[in-house]
Nanobody, 119 residues
Framework: QVQLVESGGGLVQPGGSLRLSCATS????????MSWFRQAPGKEREFVGH????????YFADSVKGRFTISRDNAKNTVYLQMNSLKPEDTAVYYC????????????WGQGTQVTVSS
């Protein structure tokens, strides 16, 4: 089992920055990768980016590429989503998700944290 808790969301003006945190607990040594997803009102959940737990390789959706970065602190079992040059269309509830080794899908999700980009 893996438990995930997101934090760091809030209200930010366009062009601003925000860093989200995803604290993990449980079988963290079994995690293969972590991903960030977001869901805006009236829209389906979409993929934002991911990072491999051990190697730190990252991949991002085109919509955020060049603006968002993902990092991890293995000592704290925490993954971060650094969001820069935020746009109103980035407004959404952001979720982190964990995929364990030998599992083909993300079976563990956080509760989500609201990010609102508005003037």
């Amino acid at each position: 089992q893996v438990q995930l808790v997101e934090s760091g969301g809030g209200l930010v003006q366009p062009g601003g920055s925000l860093r989200l945190s995803c604290a993990t607990s449980g079988r963290t040594l079994s995690i293969y990768d972590m991903s960030w997803f977001r869901q805006a009102p009236g829209k389906e959940r979409e993929f934002v980016g991911h990072i491999t737990w051990s190697g730190g390789s990252t991949y991002f959706a085109d919509s955020v590429k060049g603006r968002f970065t993902i990092s991890r602190d293995n000592a704290k079992n925490t993954v971060y989503l650094q969001m820069n040059s935020l746009k109103p269309e980035d407004t959404a509830v952001y979720y982190c998700a964990a995929r364990l080794r030998y599992e083909g899908q993300y079976n563990y999700w956080g509760q989500g944290t609201q990010v609102t980009v508005s003037s």
